[in-house]
């Protein structure tokens, strides 16, 4: 096919050595870390995910690979079926994304469970070549060296988040580890009509289990009792004291982690987003997180 001039991620994808026939990227909702489109060859339907490497967020487009063909081998993410440097193409799925709503619906709690069991036991077993780890007190502190470089106008709060970091992943202490995926936004469950599965691995690393169980409660807004529930299945046991407070813990360090992310984002993202006032949202639910913790 004609070679297209790679002015953007559309031709990027377009440009592509995989297709069989002169394609038409379409836009594809719901990047914020790499620009997706879906594409039709001829011989099917595919979703193309453009990025680059992300050093300030950690984020290697080299594990992303390794995690998804891992992930579609232990039968939890679609297939990848080609890729090139800042380029990855997956078989398309036809389903729709669960929404915050469809997280904190119970009838959808077994099989988000099961899915990141699935996850978190059957990964290593299919992953290649070096492995990341995923742990968010290291991130934290990574962030805040970034927003000091930056001249991050939320300097002055910086000691604070930094100290109650510290005093949160004591309170996690010593944890199980196993492979996660680190970023369980609603978006990133699809459902079929027959079954879920999980996509974008951009985060993907060795971790603990209280960190995509606090993230998802955390990201789709699950109250206490429910977070508390869903553990209960994953661990297949009620929760003792201990094990709740690493859990409340583990959950306001997400949300510390993504209000971070989002102060550095507002620094160096050239998106059209707003980032102040998602800066402002998360934090204010890290401050209730973490007194919650604290008062346990």
Known sequence: ?????????????????????????????????????????????????????????????????????AAFAAGISPEVVHHEPGALVLRFIEGRTFT????????????????????????PRFFRGPAAIFWVFQVVRDYGHTLREGASRHLQLLPRLLAE???????????????GHNDLLAANFLDDGKRLWLVDWDYAGFNSPLFDLGGLASNSELDAVARETLAEAYFERPLDDGLRR????????????????????????????DYPGYTAENLRRYEAAYQAWRDE
Not at 2 to 8: A, E, I
Not at 248 to 271: D, F, G, K, P, Q
């Open 1 to 69: 096919m004609p070679k297209v001039p790679l002015h953007g991620p559309r031709e990027r994808a377009a440009s592509l050595a995989c297709w069989r026939s002169r394609v038409e990227p379409q836009p594809l909702g719901g990047g914020i870390t790499n620009t997706n489109f879906t594409v039709d060859d001829g011989t099917g339907r595919y979703v193309v995910r453009i990025g680059d490497d992300i050093p300030l967020h950690q984020i290697s487009r080299t594990n992303e690979l390794a995690a998804s063909k």
């Open 100 to 123: 915050p709503e469809d997280v904190r619906d119970p009838r959808n709690h077994q099989a988000m469970i099961d899915l990141m069991r699935r996850c978190h036991r059957e990964m």
């Open 165 to 179: 970091s510290e005093r949160l992943e004591e309170g996690v202490g010593p944890v199980d580890i196993v492979f």
């Open 246 to 273: 690493r859990l409340a813990a583990m959950t306001a360090a997400s949300l510390l982690r993504e209000t971070l992310w989002s102060m550095v984002s507002e620094i160096h993202s050239t998106l059209d987003f």
